[in-house]
């Protein structure tokens, strides 16, 4: 941060959940005010326990579909913003579509409405890589934009949107294509998904992991410190208006991240998901030079730091072969198309 007396202001949205507490965390540790807005619905005021007497940290329940006057008065003085603020997950969002247009594009736009554009040194939205679909890799940013399910769709309107802010209203603003991030503190509560929550409570209450087709297909994942790090540069970089994609570079299949957690000898076999890609895989030499990023953790050390936490995943759902059928039901329905 430049060296002068007053700290800036950045606003989190989202800041209490997984990837947004790391980057709190992140922004305090670099002299920075952190304001965070969260509506608690996947967040948890656990990740954020440890800020409660740091007072350059400041909290709002809130919900950006449901614009009040605390809220508008929570965003003045804010000078970067961070905006994970939003919902997830594939299953629900094919159940709901409604919910996930409403939460994470009209509450894009709820926000940008209220910001003062011309104060906001930089605006950075945390994007989806499941706009690219089932891509070619490894996927470039420029790589056809073809969002399968109502979750990716929602994502990538509202990334839209934010460009459509700075090209229209000057908005200064990068985007992050977030591949899939794993780290302490993911998501605990709620649908099927995310396989790091599924597999640590599997191994807590010792049943068997819950393999999808043969384990081999691989996954670009990215240890959350790294994440939060690569949004921290995008918000303090000179650079504008830019789109990068953020993974590790480096795919790990399934059935090494089951050979890390020494469960190799312990798994079930469930059936391969239509419109699931065998391999995700983030070209991130645009990233790499732009904002002198790199990953800094390793997969290794990353699945030790969780294993080292795994009792934060002890009230997770705990899913098994017959549960995940039922709870996959209408991903097989509307999917299939792309089998
Ligand atoms: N996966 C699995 N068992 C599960 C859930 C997921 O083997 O119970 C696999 C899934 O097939 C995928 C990977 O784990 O290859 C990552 O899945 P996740 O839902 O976390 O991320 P996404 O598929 O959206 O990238």
Redesign the pocket.
């Known amino acids: 941060m430049k060296s002068s007396n007053k700290k800036s202001t950045v606003l989190i949205t989202g800041g209490a959940g997984f990837i947004g507490s790391h980057t709190t965390d992140l922004f305090l540790s670099k002299g920075f005010k952190v304001k965070v807005i969260d509506n608690l619905s996947g967040g948890n005021l656990h990740n954020i326990k440890h800020l409660s007497n740091n007072r350059n940290f400041k909290f709002l329940k809130a919900d950006l579909t449901k614009f009040d006057k605390k809220l508008s008065n929570f965003l003045s003085n804010v000078e970067y913003v961070i905006h994970f603020a939003g919902i997830g997950d ?1 299953v629900p969002s094919i159940k709901y579509p409604e919910k996930y247009f409403e939460n994470n594009v009209q509450g894009t736009v709820n926000l940008l409405s209220k910001l003062k554009i011309d104060k906001i040194k930089k605006f950075v939205y945390a994007a989806s ?2 706009c690219y679909g089932i891509a070619k890799t490894p996927t470039t940013e420029n790589h056809i934009i073809k969002p399968l399910y109502p979750y990716a769709s929602s994502k990538y309107l509202a990334e839209e949107i934010c460009l459509h802010w700075h090209k229209v209203y000057n908005l200064n603003f990068n985007s992050i294509r977030i ?2 991030a ?1 780290g302490t503190r993911s998501r605990t509560s709620g649908a ?8 640590l409570k ?1 191994i807590i209450e010792n049943k068997p ?5 043969n ?1 081999k ?3 670009d994942f990215l240890y959350v410190t790294d994440v939060a790090n690569a949004f921290y540069k995008a918000a303090v970089t000179n650079l504008n208006g830019k789109i990068w994609n953020l993974g590790s570079g480096k795919p790990k299949s ?1 059935n090494y ?1 089951i050979k890390l957690l020494n469960k190799e000898k312990d798994v079930t076999y ?1 059936p ?2 239509p419109g ?3 391999v ?1 895989h983030a070209n991130i030499n645009k990233i790499a030079s732009d904002l002198k990023w790199s990953p800094k953790v390793s997969f290794e050390t990353g699945v030790n730091n969780i294993l080292e936490n795994i009792d934060y995943w002890r009230n997770a759902p705990l ?1 098994n072969k017959k549960n ?1 059928s039922k709870e996959t039901e209408l991903w097989f329905k509307f999917m299939k198309k792309y089998s």
């Open positions: 594939i890589s499941s591949f899939n794993y099927y998904g995310a396989v790091f929550g599924v597999f599997q992991l819950t393999v999808v087709g384990g297909q691989k996954r399934i991240l469930i391969e998901r699931e890609p065998r995700t899913w995940i």
